[in-house]
């Protein structure tokens, strides 16, 4: 049997060398994460993609697929959310395997298979030409998969697993073009990857490769109009691709369905244009491409990367490629026009195509693209560059091979020198001295490009020793120095990655067990039906360590009323200083159980000194004590004096909509200008609140009315305003300053203050502080000054009330809460549109307001114990309503004592049931309807691997 593998391994070693090579080389650069126990990722993967699959990962231990995430965001759909990769069949792998193991198993699994694909579409693309190249495909796949695009972005754990299907359907389909007796072989495969692709939880990557398969199409299809050919090749391809789009319909048709309803309640269905070329690729970056040390440099890759002013999130534009990739780029490109190498001259299109969507605002292609279904709902354009560097790296490798062949047939150290000398050095310091005589670069810049220049200049160095003077006779086989090559880019990239990177990959887990620490400490009073809010950096995994539910976390697909109720920022978190008017009308916390709020040592200090008992009565400053102007801008300023020496306003205007409708040409106008429907409210000149109208405008189609342009329709808007602290101005300046588009005007201002008094002991202060962070108590002494406090006055997680308050909308509740209209521990807000629900189910109900109903007992509570399942017994005499704080979405079911009962949505965000007389046994359950379909994408992947199967095992029986 040895002798049989050792013959085996020597009849196959040189066509499976590459991917040995490619296992060992993973293998050496990720090991000081694997031995460490560490997770592969920085910031993003523990926040987000962990815990998603951590969650997965629990429900697959009791053998289901779980459809609710109840952990950030007072809970929502967990199947919805694309990025969880709830079907994708390789995350399936977390039920057999540790979750951290499994993590890094599949992410390593990924890389793999990215180098490997990678080689093979290079390798394919190579032979057209050129004979015999796998070596030169090899050192292309390595330059990519070790390229820090790739590298910085393997805290993206579904970017990570999409490229190698992006990278496999670009192959399929230049074999599809060129072997049409496998068109069902072909479409059945790029059916399958598309499928794959999309389930791995990044559709962005999705859209730019069906982009980039569109283009080629259409360039192929040009060319063949040009050379006046026949459309064979690409209107072929067109309809493959078409057949292979519908039949890939079936595998993402339950990703979709379960997606799209959590999208249309989404915060960003609503601020489109706010993220809309968001992180776009500034042209004047090219620098840092030329320059191979500028972005992601030595001392420059942490996970922010260089500290430049005109980067926003520096990790986006982090594009540096290899030592070597500019001069053999322009080498490349000298050849495909010189020899006129037809097949590559499409490459050369698309990285000019991309690299304009990569600039976004900067050009106009993209705002063009704002119109194209799918393509208009994708923000970060800099993530364009996926297929920039793709291309750049295979038209560099055009330039490595002429490079070698040069040194094929130059013997001579003099000979190799003057070679390396005019193709490695002169090009590139020709660009620098354009670039330095013709640009206005910052002194920090420059001083940037050259400290990294010159410590790049240590590898150039080392690969021409290794030219010139060690293969000092004639190369009969590059494929040593092409080898070298490779080695020599990894150990620059570990080099680079791991020497100031390593640290920050393990960032998440020191974070982690600080904040378990805390939770423990804090953990007195059985916390873990509770709430946290969070003042200082999330670490999303301690909810699932510890079981406790975070309000301010990243999350994706927060809901515009939990946007509009909260007065969270674009990521979900909470700025000061709403933080801290959140704590001083501490009403809204509390009526939503966040029950521990976590603040730094400055934000204790300030919260502390300065947050003022409310007395439930607030007053309205008299109109004719506001002074109010309209400035030319359209902007509203108004001046009234701080009396009370108050920290905290509430403000409520009305906005009235004149409907308009909005041609094209208007809303790419707005677009250029970067006209966002954001409502700017200035204090003091101080604090900028910036508020997007689309979530507070409910579009309603008016009914009975034909001239819809000519329909109006007001809304009324109530926010809090916090001064900061600092500053307790004795005038007051508020300026209303809407950017919005034609039509949208606000009137019917008020404003109103609350009275200063001191703090009693049931609310925050020194006394209801339940842990402090001291050296004894954490683990790394940055996380030190960090205080837990208990906020008193919070609601439980299930309780009932004794009476309901019918409001007609949630702005409407919103008022009532900040204006302390109500005591959440005894009423609940039901909106109108609720009430045929209850009416139908509970005939004695009509006048739900008059009632005043008893007290439920609440008993042996399962929150969640079991995926998607609260449970609890409740005993009432007549009748009781209970309310869990726990998000309302269509899809949840209850039953009490085997009966369904209707779940009821309450203040505005939760979910209420109304109970009857006696002792009952309640079961909520998430079940939406496309529960009983869920089997679907692992049966049509199933199907289809068949079907790829059988093609493969039929065809050589036909020729």
Known sequence: MILNFLNFLKNNLKKYRFYLFFIIIDLLFFLPVLINRKIIGSVDAYNQFYPYLLHLHD???????????????LGYPFAGVVQSGVFYPINYLYFFIHPLYGYNLVLLLHFLFLQIVTFHYFDYLLKKYFSNKSELAFLGSIMFSFSLFVLVRLDIYPFILSMPYSILSLLIIEK?????????FYILSLALTFGLLFLCGYPQLFAYTLLYIFIYIVHLFIKEKINKEKNEHSLILLKNLIISIILTLPIISIQLISTLPLLDQSLRKYTKDFFFNQHSYQPEMLITMILPYVFGGMGKIDYFGPDNEFVELAR??????????????????????????????????????????????????????????????????????FFVDLSLIFISLIGIDYFLRLLRYKTGIFNRLKIFTKLFLIPPFVLFFIIFTFSNLKTEIIDTIIKETILGSFFLIILSLFSIAFLFQKIKKYQVLIIFIAILVVVEKTFLFFSQHYLNLSIGNIAIKNKESLLRGSNQENIEYNYFIDSFSIINLISKNENTRIINIYDPFVSRDYYYIFNIDWGNRLPLPFLYGLIQNNLILSTFGVNRIVLTEENINKVIQNIYYTNFKTFSIKQENLKTKTNPENSIEIKFNNTQNSNLFILEYEILKQQNKTNIS??????????????????????LILRSIEPLIKEKV????????????????VDHITIPFFSKAKEITILINPNLEEGITIKNIKIYSYPPNKIPNLYLNNSSKVYEITKDNVDNTTLQNLDIYKNNNSCPIIYSIKNVKIVKNIEEFKKILLLWEINPLNTVCIEENELEKIKKEYQFLDEIEKIEFNKVEIENIEFFNKPDQISFTAKVKDKGIV???????D?????????????????????CIILKDGINKVILKFEPFYKKFLFLPFLFILVYIVGILTEIRRKPNTR
């Open 666 to 687: 208007k809303k790419l106008k707005k677009l250029i200008l970067e006209k966002n429907n954001l409502l700017q409210i200035n204090v003091n000149n101080q604090y």
């Open 176 to 184: 599809m073009k060129d072997e049409k007796d496998k068109s069902l």
């Open 883 to 889: 309310v869990i704080n726990d998000s309302f979405f």
């Open 316 to 385: 986006e534009y982090v594009n540096f490629i290899s030592l070597i990739s500019i001069p053999t780029f322009l080498i490349g490109i000298y050849r495909i026009m010189k020899y006129k190498y037809k097949e590559y001259n499409f490459l050369i299109l698309i990285l000019l195509i991309f690299l304009l969507l990569s600039f976004g605002k900067y050009t106009l292609v993209s705002y063009l693209l704002y119109f194209v279904p799918f393509l208009s709902d994708l923000r970060v354009p800099a993530r364009n560059m």
């Open 891 to 911: 899809g949840w079911k209850c039953s009490a004592n085997d009966k369904e009962i209707p779940v009821i949505k309450a203040n505005g965000l939760v979910k």
């Open 59 to 73: 429900g697959l231990k009791q053998f289901t697929i779980p459809l609710w995430w109840q952990y950030t965001a």
């Open 702 to 717: 008016i009914e009975n009315t034909k001239k819809f342009s000519n329909a109006s329709q007001s809304q009324e808007i």
